[in-house]
Structure formats: structure tokens, C-alpha cells
């Protein structure tokens, strides 16, 4: 894939014309209250490439709530430090078919997660990371900061605080992870650092840079994050489980790597190429960007930018 006219700059500010939402629609996650009062209106596109530049159009300097894509680079930092493979023996790597946050496959399949980026695949590694220290979010944010080389991404406590006290469900995913012996701390601790974790706000240029290790076969920003290997394989969930139960229709519409949050952002890789972050607010009723997730599939169009 190489790039094609009209130049980037451009493109994305034609994106942003073209989808930026005139009328709300779309829905709002109903466990994170603050979410509830981002603007419906608010569209942001950065693209981050493998040559350095970084190019962007909209609100892509707005910091917004990274949510589930901070999945991934929980994920990376998990298999980075894991050269036993260890981590694979609690989680699958098959696309679950059901909501980010369903209970159902987690008693049928004995505690084991189908995925890394449905909510009880994300517990576990958290939990994973807390092995080597307690403040796994705390951690999370010193990588995204190092990889963005920007001091803006910080832990929005007030959300965190407000999604906390709304965490029934996934207390009750990592109280079932803990009754199938599949949680080393307790259910609360693994819970508050993956709210944290989720509650980091950061721009679409910043999350573009900190995913740009994923489009250069694992080198970031200060040297190797991921063995070739290892990226090659995160890239592969994202295509099959990185929007949940609508994976496969991302994957017929965009054609890339992607991983979406209930905050309304998705980070999109493309190999050797760039790596892409929109945002927008509202979501569909899988809990993906329905703004982000239009303009991706037009830009892929527009650029010839896709795996396949
Ligand atoms: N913190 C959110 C939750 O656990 C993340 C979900 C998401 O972004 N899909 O419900």
C-alpha cells in the first residue's frame, strides 16, 4: 500500500467534513457517567507514519477517555515481559461473538477468557501485570508517555472514581476469574487498576504515536517493545477480536487491525505504514465509534490502505 493523491493533509480535513456528527445520535456508555457529557459533535482523526511524520485534522488534540484501547498496550506490555508464554495459558485468542462485558462464555469455558480485549480477558492481564508490581495503570501510563514522547496522557480520576462505583459487572467477571483460580490478586485491586487504566485521557496524535511500535514490526519510539513475532500476532487480534462481537463486519468495512473504546476512540494499525486514531463520541450498539468507524472505512477506500 503506498499513499495516494490527494495528500494526507488534505484527506483527513475532507474526513473530518465528511463525518464529523451534525445530530446526536448514537449511544453512551451507561457505566462511565462522565463520558455522558462529552459533546456528540466532537470528531478528531490523527495518522502517525512509519517515516515519522504525524499528520491530523479536527479535534485530534482534544484529549478523550482511552478506554478499552488501552487493551492493547496492556497487552504489549504483558508479552513483553513474558518470555515463557505464561500468559497464554489464561487467555484464549479466539473472537469471543459476544458484548465486551458478557459473563456467559466465562462459565462454560472454566474461567479461561476467549480474548485479551473482551473485559475478562483484559482483567487477566492486568492482573498479569500486577504480578511485578501493584500499580499496573501507574505503569501503563509512564509507557504511553514514553511511546507518545508527550507529557499529556494522565489517569482521569474523577472518571475512574465514577466507573468504579459502577463496576458490578466486571467485579463480578473477576470474581468469576478468581473462583476458577484465574486471578493471582484480589478481584477489587485487579478491578481499580483496570478502571484507572481505561480512564487515562489522551489525543488521537498521541495515541497514534504511542501504536506506531505495532505498524514497525515492534520497534517504539525508544527501541524494540515487541519481538517482529509478537507484534505481527497483536495485530492479528485486533483483526479478530479488537472490536468485539463486531469484529468481523470492521474487518468487511476497514480492512485493518483495530481496537476500539467506549471513550470513542479506535486505533487502527497499518502495517509498515502508519498507525491511525479517530475519535468521536457516540457509539453503536456493539460500543464502537459510529463516526470513527464511517470515516475509517472511507479513508481506507480513499488511501488503499488495508491488510488485504
Ligand atoms: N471501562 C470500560 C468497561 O469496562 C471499557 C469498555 C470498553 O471500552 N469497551 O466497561
Redo the contacts with the bound molecule.
Sequence with gaps: TTLQAPPLGPLLDDIVLRHRPERESGSI?G??PLLADVPFNRFGIAVATTSGEVFSAGDATTPFSI??ISKVFTLAMALRGDSTGSLWSRVLREPSGTP??SLVQLEVEHGIPRNPFI?AGALVVTDHLMDKAPDAAARLLRFLTAQAASSGPAIDEAAAAG?LANSS??LALAHFLKNFGNLHHSAEAVVEN??RQ?SIMMTCADLAKAGLFLARAGQGSLGPVLSPSDAKRVGSIMLTCGM?DAAGEFAYRVGLPGK????GGILVIVPGECAICVWSPRLDAK?NSLAGTAALADLSDLTGWSVF
Design positions: 456508555p457505566n462511565i478506554q478499552s465486551f462485558n473485559n466507573e459487572r466486571n483496570y478502571v481505561c468485539y476500539s473504546g467506549v471513550g460500543g
